[in-house]
């Protein structure tokens, strides 16, 4: 069966440091994209960034660039969503999604979430 | 950046009904880039529709999406009480993705 599997639910202090993990099984991990996608309380989906495991080639949104740090680790099949130093503004849930493969862009394959609460 | 609009915010049906969801590009997007999901509470999304207009794996044949350039629809052609949810459109152009704030289909 095709999953990914998502670390587990994080609270957190504010400037705190943190890295949350998507391991993917079932499938070559390293021939597809992982991205990592933001859902805040009660809002809706926000494209974070995308990462090739292959090579680790990755994109992020303008949004995001510099806010936070993905990475892979192919021997493990793991990709990473990571913070240096969070803020209340990151509490949100946090998805990883694998890009399917062919001519469509699409996501086919999603990760339960991680929940990260940052509060003082 | 992309930005994809989706109207309306809220569509209140009931079972039985059609349901039309628009999703408007602020610039033209790439039809087999564009991607169309559902959320249920407490749940991560799932995919419906790839390529504007090509169904997932086990999609109901109820669900059909259509469009091109800026302008993408997904129709559900007879509601079921599962198909209440949001629904996101989304899509990947120079190698960022974007999505639509999202529809809330409720239950009139």
């Known amino acids: 069966e095709v999953q990914l599997v998502q670390s587990g639910a994080e609270v957190k202090k504010p400037g705190e440091s943190l890295k949350i993990s998507c391991k993917g099984s079932?499938?070559?991990?390293?021939?597809?994209?992982i991205a990592w996608v933001r859902q805040m309380p009660g809002k809706g989906l926000e494209w974070m960034g995308i990462?090739?495991?292959?090579?680790?080639?990755?994109r992020y949104s303008p949004s995001f660039q510099g806010q936070v740090t993905i990475s892979a680790d192919k021997s493990i099949s793991t990709a990473y969503l990571q913070w240096n130093n969070l803020e209340a503004s990151d509490t949100a849930m946090y998805y990883c999604a694998r890009r399917g493969s062919g001519n469509y862009f699409l996501l086919d394959v999603w990760g339960k979430g991680t929940t990260v609460t940052v509060s003082s | 950046e992309i930005v994809l609009t989706q109207s309306p915010d809220t569509l209140s049906l009931s079972p039985g009904e059609r349901a039309t969801l628009s999703c408007r590009a602020s610039?033209?997007?790439?039809?087999?880039?564009l991607a169309w999901y559902q959320q249920k509470p407490g749940q991560a999304p799932r995919l419906l529709i790839a390529g504007a207009s090509s169904r997932a794996t086990g999609i109901p044949d109820r669900f059909s999406g259509s469009g091109s350039g800026s302008d993408f629809t997904l129709t559900i052609s007879r509601l079921e009480p599962e198909d209440f949810a949001v629904y996101y459109c989304q899509q990947y152009s120079a190698w960022t993705g974007t999505f639509g704030q999202g529809t809330k289909l409720e239950i009139k």
């Open positions: 079932g499938y070559s991990f390293i021939n597809y994209w």
């Open positions: 610039q033209s997007v790439t039809s087999n880039y």
């Open positions: 990462i090739y495991p292959g090579n680790s080639d990755t």
